[in-house]
């Protein structure tokens, strides 16, 4: 797009220049009767005017140049507006196939997931789901059993490797962080490589999904498709507490530079991408890390997709008891597939959100809970301390990971509180997070 719109400028100046020069050639002829001193006269206002109509042909033609790039923008924003729309075809956006895959252990509640899955599922055909088994846990293979006996629309798969994984003694407590990279790697590589699958909907035996929850990724799909700059798209939000959320807005979705995990889409290419540097563990905080996503960004919504029930885990129920069990599941039936859901393109989402954020009216997180109103306000920050006392104080999350706020797309932090729209955002020009935060 930059290259053709560059050939077209210098093509476009030359034919100009070279129309111009030869149709306005008469200007500089002189009468050959004329007296020398009038000649030169002669030949000097006839430059003058040359001038003029020069600065006026630069003037048309700079004017013409700056129409054709708006066209060409906006016929390029156009065509993928279109192919979104109206569903068109790309590398499978049309009647795709997208699995289910179940990362499951030793919990025999994944019947509670499980029948979630069966009960919301619109389509055997085009979510088949995969169970990915851990851990040799036999109570919990007969509760998936009991599933697959009775639709073979139903799989599942054991981790053949269950071997010890020898860590110094510092590590010894995390043993079950490595367990679950090393399952999730042998997981997708089952999905991908082994059955062939183009992408994936990956969820843990320990969750509950939302009546859309199928229909978020059917409509959301095409996006992860076209947008190079989305690599996942996740039914998680991180700030996902009644109290700072829109719950008038159960379509509302967004850009997030945090992956939000928890019901999560990933494509086969890139799959490929991160497995041959795939970690030892805690996987999910290392696609946290802009170096190991290329910077990339997720889509999240408003409104979780997904609830987690799971409080016996490896991490002892501690972040369930002070985080999790808070979270809100949306309940509204949103029909994502006929939604225009453009405004997500970086393109758009990107100019819009810096334009309308740094155009509002500043507040203090105090001043927005204490003040009522239905205006959107920015607060702002400058450092990682007052983000986290503003954060704190507005409800939200405090932690960063590899320096990124959870739910933060280009340092921009939303949430909705008592009545308002409120953005958590850095007062001072962002170019990118900084690692030494938190």
């Given at each position: ?63 013409l140049l700056a ?30 196939i997208l699995p ?320 308002r729209r409120v ?16």
């Amino acid at each position: 797009m930059r290259m053709n719109l560059r050939r077209l400028t210098i093509i476009t100046v030359a034919l100009v220049t070279i129309w111009f020069l030869v149709s306005h050639l008469s200007l500089l002829e002189v009468p050959a009767s004329a007296p020398p001193q009038h000649k030169l006269e002669h030949l000097e206002d006839r430059l003058v005017k040359l001038q003029v109509k020069m600065d006026q042909q630069l003037t048309d033609s700079n004017n013409l140049l700056a129409k054709v790039k708006q066209h060409l923008k906006k016929n390029a924003r156009k065509e993928v507006k279109e192919i979104i729309e109206n569903d068109i075809d790309i590398e499978g956006a049309s009647n795709p196939i997208l699995p289910v895959l179940v990362i499951a252990c030793d919990r025999i509640t994944v019947k509670r997931c499980l029948d979630s899955l069966v009960k919301f599922r619109p389509s055997k055909e085009t979510f088949p789901i995969i169970v990915s088994q851990d851990c040799g846990h036999n109570a919990t293979y007969k509760v998936i059993k009991s599933f697959t006996e009775v639709d073979p629309t139903i799989t599942v798969v054991q981790q053949p490797d269950r071997s010890e994984i020898q860590l110094p003694r510092a590590k010894v407590k995390f043993r079950g962080y490595y367990k679950i990279a090393r399952h999730y790697r042998f997981a997708l590589n089952h999905v991908f490589n082994t059955l062939g699958h183009k992408a994936v909907i990956i969820v843990e035996d320990d969750l509950d999904i939302s009546p859309d929850f199928f229909e978020y990724f059917l409509g959301t799909y095409p996006l992860l498709l076209k947008d190079p700059s989305i690599w996942c798209v996740s039914a998680w939000n991180d700030n996902g507490k009644r109290e700072v959320i829109d719950m008038s807005r159960p379509e509302l979705l967004h850009r997030t530079d945090f992956f939000p995990g928890l019901g999560w889409i990933l494509r086969k290419d890139t799959w490929a991408q991160l497995e041959p540097k795939w970690p030892e563990a805690f996987f999910d905080d290392w696609l946290r890390d802009p170096k190991n996503t290329d910077g990339r960004a997720c889509i999240r919504p408003e409104i979780s997709r997904t609830y987690s029930f799971g409080k016996v885990g490896v991490s002892k129920g501690l972040f369930f008891d002070m985080h999790l069990r808070y979270m809100h599941l949306n309940t509204d039936f949103v029909e994502f597939t006929k939604l225009n859901l453009t405004y997500l393109l970086k393109d758009v989402y990107d100019e819009t959100l810096m334009s309308s954020v740094y155009g509002l009216d500043e507040m203090s997180a105090e001043e927005v809970i204490s003040s009522a109103g239905t205006d959107p306000v920015r607060v702002p920050y400058t450092n990682a301390k007052t983000y986290q006392k503003a954060a704190k104080k507005l409800g939200l999350m405090e932690d960063f990971r590899s320096g990124i706020p959870r739910t933060a797309y280009m340092g921009i932090v939303t949430c909705f509180i008592r009545g308002r729209r409120v953005y958590l955002a850095p007062d001072y020009p962002w170019t990118k997070y900084d690692p030494a935060w938190g």
